[in-house]
Nanobody, 115 residues
Framework: QVQLVESGGGLVQPGGSLRLSCAAN????????MNWYRQAPGKQRELVARITGGGSTNYLDSVKGRFTISRDNAKNTVSLQMNSLKPEDTAVYYC?????????WGQGTQVTVSS
């Protein structure tokens, strides 16, 4: 059984930082594209950051320069370092693993940016 378990969400003031982690069980993430998505209330889920099996990264324009995605294949984890957080970053953040038509999702972790 495949499980992706996110952690690290919470409440942070504008300008603050959070680090999200996703631990995978049941798969070896080394061949997977690992992705972070987010969904704000009333909005569609959007791709925030992607890191391929080869280590290439892509980011949503609005988070470029503030967020950094990384992976540790040995620990089977992927992380999202989020700096200079803004209220518009408030959303549920989901970890996703994707490879050749196989996709898995975590349960999501809430990130709230508010003073």
């Amino acid at each position: 059984q495949v499980q992706l378990v996110e952690s690290g969400g919470g409440l942070v003031q504008p300008g603050g930082s959070l680090r999200l982690s996703c631990a995978a069980n049941g798969i070896s993430i080394s061949i997977y594209s690992m992705n972070w998505y987010r969904q704000a209330p009333g909005k569609q889920r959007e791709l925030v950051a992607r890191i391929t099996g080869g280590g290439s990264t892509n980011y949503l324009d609005s988070v470029k320069g503030r967020f950094t995605i990384s992976r540790d294949n040995a620990k089977n984890t992927v992380s999202l370092q989020m700096n200079s957080l803004k209220p518009e970053d408030t959303a549920v953040y989901y970890c996703n693993a994707f490879w050749v038509g196989q996709g898995y999702w975590g349960q999501g972790t809430q990130v709230t940016v508010s003073s």
